[in-house]
């Protein structure tokens, strides 16, 4: 059973930064890609950043990139998500996502149950 917990959220205000941390379970982590997506307030979950298995690539939204780190430890089966220079429009509740590949017709193999991100100005 697979089993993704996410910690590091919480309010900060514009401009400044939050790690959020996944931890996995249940399944061969460095046998799948790891995103990490977003659902604000009446919006549709949007993937935001996502890494190959090997960590040697990672994707972005344009909405976040430039600003926003993915990466992850085989070792520990933990992926991390930096944000920096948040904006309001950040705030969202987060969640960690095993994925079948990073990006284009991907399955998602299972989900966490997210942590809450408010950026306030």
């Known amino acids: 059973q697979v089993r993704l917990v996410e910690s590091g959220g919480g309010a900060v205000q514009a401009g400044g930064s939050l790690r959020l941390s996944c931890v996995a379970s249940g399944l061969t982590f460095s046998d799948y890609a790891m995103g990490w997506f977003r659902q604000a307030a009446g919006k549709e979950r949007e993937l935001v950043a996502s890494?190959?298995?090997?960590?040697?690539?990672?994707y972005y939204s344009d909405s976040v990139k430039g600003r926003f780190t993915i990466s992850r430890d085989n070792a520990k089966n933990t992926v991390d998500l930096r944000m920096n220079a948040l904006k309001p429009e950040d705030t969202a509740v987060y969640y960690c996502?095993?994925?079948?590949?990073?990006?284009?017709?991907?399955?998602?193999?299972?989900w966490g149950l997210g942590t809450q991100v408010t950026v306030s100005t």
């Open positions: 996502a095993a994925m079948t590949r990073p990006t284009g017709a991907y399955a998602i193999v299972g």
């Open positions: 890494i190959r298995y090997t960590g040697d690539t990672t």
